[in-house]
């Protein structure tokens, strides 16, 4: 499929050509394995000789259509599809680090993905330095150590929505030999594309908007296919050197600087740690692509008007939102997301904690959920329920303080949505 095509167009076309007589939607391969008339012709897909599948644990026809699509709509080279975002943020970093390892991260980021750097990577030998997103080049220089593997980044932070200044982070880690690891998961490829401002991997947990409905959890991984692990050779032995659990490739001689780190992360950390997706649940996740155009920019709309609303409103003490002129990060979103951001808006209902859940609790239409970018509107209060493990020093690095409320604007009418807040902060 022509790269000249509209993002609106990909959503709907690429990934999947279907040929005279053949399926028009996505074909769900629900099947574990697959046949072959000779050990030999097995034995070629064993050692990446050619392309196919032989088990679904690694690869399956309909993941890797749809992983196709994602990697359409972000302008890679290669892409794979996880069973959850948490699965894809955890493969693009040990795909590269390992135990001895450091890794650079912005502080902002989502409690869950904080939880598996800091705790569970920790044990595993990986150490994470957490930065302030609003650092400056020369502070974010200063966290980087002759073993670091890595950036990581959010486009926009959850909860805390944060624009990350995505050249900024990308010019430090190029400078330092290192990849820019960006999850785009509340943007997607509609508002902001990463590639274009100098990221080098992207992650999805197409959970949110890219599914849209709440109907499969998935994730997803894209390379750009610009970063050149040849070039640093020492720092990524994994891929540069003979992998002797597999047959001694060495990825980016076989497959380029395009398409080494994904095959790599398939042949071992599939292969190893098995966090597919269903191909039904991949089925569904393109379902959700295909009006991914759409819905987002409904999100965003919505998100706006909330946000002026809130801004007003003289019960809410701070409103979260890139979209407002007087938003800290309002300058840096023009640059990034010249279209808007996503459908979520942060905001602290005056009170603290208690009146935030008090407010919560009045709520018809806006749903109590752990979840975020859906079709239906949600709410949730991150310090009790997602980032609860955290400290309040953790806390508040993550921008996250007691009564942050996190609303997810569906793509109901935005003045039903209105009219649910205000009857709700009427009551506290």
């Known amino acids: 499929m022509s790269k000249d095509l509209k993002i609106e167009t990909r959503c709907v076309q690429a990934g999947y050509t279907p040929g005279n007589g053949e399926p028009r939607q996505v074909p769900i391969i629900q099947s574990t394995t697959f046949k072959y008339d000779s050990s030999s012709e097995m034995g070629r897909l064993f050692d990446l000789e050619v392309p196919g599948y032989f088990y679904t644990r690694l690869q399956n026809p309909t993941n890797d259509l749809v992983a196709a699509k994602i990697c359409a709509l972000e302008g890679g080279t290669a892409a794979m599809l996880t069973s959850s975002g948490q699965a ?11 135990a001895g390892d450091h890794v650079v991260s912005s502080s902002t980021i989502y409690g869950g993905t904080f939880n598996l750097f800091a705790v569970t990577m920790a044990k595993m030998g990986v150490e994470f330095t957490f930065v302030n997103p609003d650092c400056t080049p020369e502070e ?4 980087f150590r002759p073993n670091t593997k890595a950036v990581f980044g959010e486009t926009v932070a959850n909860p805390a929505l944060v624009v990350l200044d995505i050249e900024m982070f990308a010019d430090a880690a190029h ?8 999850d785009n ?4 490829p509609i508002n902001c594309r990463p590639f274009e401002w100098g990221a080098d991997i992207v992650t999805h947990s197409t959970t949110k908007y890219m599914d849209g409905h709440g109907a499969a959890v998935g994730g997803a991984i894209v390379d750009s296919g610009h970063f050149d692990w040849r070039q640093y050779a020492d720092k990524f032995p994994g891929l540069c050197t003979p992998d002797e659990s597999y047959h001694g490739i060495t990825y980016v001689e076989k497959f380029g600087v395009e398409g080494a780190f994904i095959t790599k992360c398939t042949a071992q950390l599939m292969r190893d740690l098995g966090s597919i997706p269903s191909p039904q649940n991949s089925f569904i996740l ?3 692509l295909e009006s991914l155009h759409v819905r987002v920019k409904r999100h965003t709309e919505n998100a706006q008007a909330m946000a002026e609303y809130l ?3 003289p019960k809410i003490e701070y409103v979260n939102h890139s979209g407002l002129p007087g938003d800290r990060y309002y300058a840096r979103a023009r640059k990034y997301l010249p279209s808007g951001s996503c459908g979520v808006v942060s905001f602290g209902i005056k009170g603290g904690r208690q009146k935030a859940e008090e407010f919560m609790g009045h709520l018809r239409i806006c749903a109590i959920e752990t979840h975020v970018a859906d079709a239906r509107t949600c709410i949730l209060h991150p310090a009790s329920a997602t980032h609860r493990q955290m400290t309040d020093s953790q806390l508040e690095a993550c921008g996250v303080l007691p009564n942050l409320v996190r609303l997810s604007c569906g793509i109901e009418n935005v003045a039903d949505l209105i009219a649910d807040v205000d009857q709700a902060l009427a009551k506290i």
């Open 185 to 188: 998961t509340f943007p997607t």
């Open 175 to 182: 400078r330092h030999g290192v990849p820019l690891i960006m």
């Open 286 to 288: 393109n379902l959700g």
């Open 88 to 98: 894809a943020n955890f493969f693009a970093v040990f795909n590269i680090a390992g």
């Open 140 to 143: 974010l220089d200063a966290a």
């Open 311 to 313: 801004n007003a409103h």
